[in-house]
């Protein structure tokens, strides 16, 4: 199937600062791309809709200046946490939707970033 | 909103057919019902989907209920490596993917 990966794995930063997330299509272009938060031992909460070329769609309670997100190209999309702070530490994914693909297929999920903010 | 209702836990026997239900008994009739298997701090794997029919590939059987409220995500054979979160979801327009609580399936030896 196809391949989506994220950079970094991991990453460790202080309070205060921001941090970027990229999510590339490696194999496949990309009209959308979905970002997702995952706290531990609970479920995946899709957090905005990216789609390329235009602004993100953010879900309710999801503020869009703090998790800004850009989708520049095809195979692309950037998630950056503005003024990080303890409790935005989580388990970031994206997924990926092929384009020109039917109403039927499925989404290709990224392996996740593990953030930390001390 | 999770428009999908799943035990949260179950165990299986290594080599044991594991039965996973989902209850979707509000979904449309163009949605789609999504199988997608977690394992601990990774990111989602794709396994099955379908809309009316029973389908089967390579990793698991989807038996859909005929009125398309509940189905049964199967694994003949499950392994130690099958021992992951199945979330089961449905598909809305627009494309996201809302996830639900899944079911935390544990394989044992």
């Known amino acids: 199937g196809a391949v989506v990966s994220q950079h970094p794995s991991r990453v460790i930063c202080k309070s205060g600062t921001s941090v970027k997330i990229e999510c590339r299509s490696l194999?496949?272009?990309?009209?959308?791309m979905f970002w997702y938060r995952q706290f531990p031992k609970k479920s995946l909460m899709l957090m905005a809709t990216s789609n390329e070329g235009s602004k993100a769609t953010y879900e309710q309670g999801v503020e869009k200046d703090k998790f800004l997100i850009n989708h520049a190209s095809l195979t692309l999309s950037t998630l950056t946490v503005t003024s990080a702070h303890p409790e935005d530490s989580s388990f970031y994914i994206c997924?990926?939707?092929?384009?020109?693909?039917?109403?039927?297929?499925?989404?290709?999920f990224g392996p996740g970033t593990r953030l930390t903010v001390l | 909103d999770a428009k999908t209702t799943q035990p949260p836990s179950m165990d299986c026997a290594e080599g044991r057919a594991a039965n996973l239900p989902c209850n979707h008994s509000?979904?449309?009739?163009?949605?789609?019902v999504y199988w997608y298997r977690q394992i601990h701090s990774q990111g989602p794997q794709y396994i099955i989907h379908?809309?009316?029919n029973n389908e089967t590939n390579e990793m698991a059987s989807l038996i859909i209920t005929e009125d398309r409220k509940s189905s049964t995500l199967i694994l003949p054979h499950a392994t130690l490596r099958d021992t992951a979160v199945y979330y089961c979801i449905v598909r809305v327009t627009g494309n996201q993917f809302y996830f639900g609580t899944g079911t935390s399936l544990t394989v044992i030896p």
């Open positions: 194999d496949f272009q990309a009209t959308t």
């Open positions: 509000t979904i449309s009739g163009n949605e789609y």
């Open positions: 997924s990926a939707r092929e384009v020109g693909t039917g109403t039927y297929n499925e989404q290709f």
């Open positions: 379908g809309l009316k």
